[in-house]
Nanobody, 115 residues
Framework: QVQLVESGGGSVHTGGSLRLSCVSSGTILGYGLMAWYRQVPGKERELVAQITAAGSKTYGDSAQGRFTISLTNEKTTIHLQMNDLKPDDTAVYYC?????????WGPGIQVTVSS
C-alpha cells in the first residue's frame, strides 16, 4: 500500500503564503498523476491542482494564478506553492496519487487563513 505524507500546512493571514509538500512511498515514473484536493465541512472535496508524470498541470478555478504545483524528478514528491491566500482557502488539503487502478489519499493537512 502506497503511503502519502503531507506537510507544510498551518495558519497565515490574508495575503500570506504556504508551501505544501507530499511525499509518496511509490513513484509515478512513466505514468500516473499526483494532485492536491481540498475540503471544507459540508462541501464536496474539490480539485486544487494536479500534475501528471509527463508534467502536464491542471488547476481548479480557485487556484488559477495564485497556486503552483510541481513534481520532483524522482516523481515521488509534489509541492504546492500557495500565494496570496484568502480566507476562502481555509480547508483540509489532501494529497492524492493515481496510477493505473490504484488510488491513494493522504490523511489531510489543515490550512487556515484568517483575515
Amino acid at each position: 500500500q502506497v503511503q502519502l505524507v503531507e506537510s507544510g500546512g498551518g495558519s497565515v493571514h490574508t495575503g500570506g503564503s504556504l508551501r505544501l509538500s507530499c511525499v509518496s512511498s511509490g513513484t509515478i515514473l512513466g505514468y500516473g498523476l499526483m494532485a492536491w484536493y481540498r475540503q471544507v465541512p459540508g462541501k464536496e472535496r474539490e480539485l486544487v491542482a494536479q500534475i501528471t508524470a509527463a508534467g502536464s498541470k491542471t488547476y481548479g478555478d480557485s487556484a488559477q494564478g495564485r497556486f503552483t504545483i510541481s513534481l520532483t524528478n524522482e516523481k515521488t514528491t509534489i509541492h504546492l506553492q500557495m500565494n496570496d491566500l484568502k480566507p476562502d482557502d481555509t480547508a483540509v488539503y489532501y494529497c492524492h496519487r493515481h496510477r493505473g487502478p490504484n488510488r491513494n489519499w493522504g490523511p489531510g493537512i489543515q490550512v487556515t487563513v484568517s483575515s
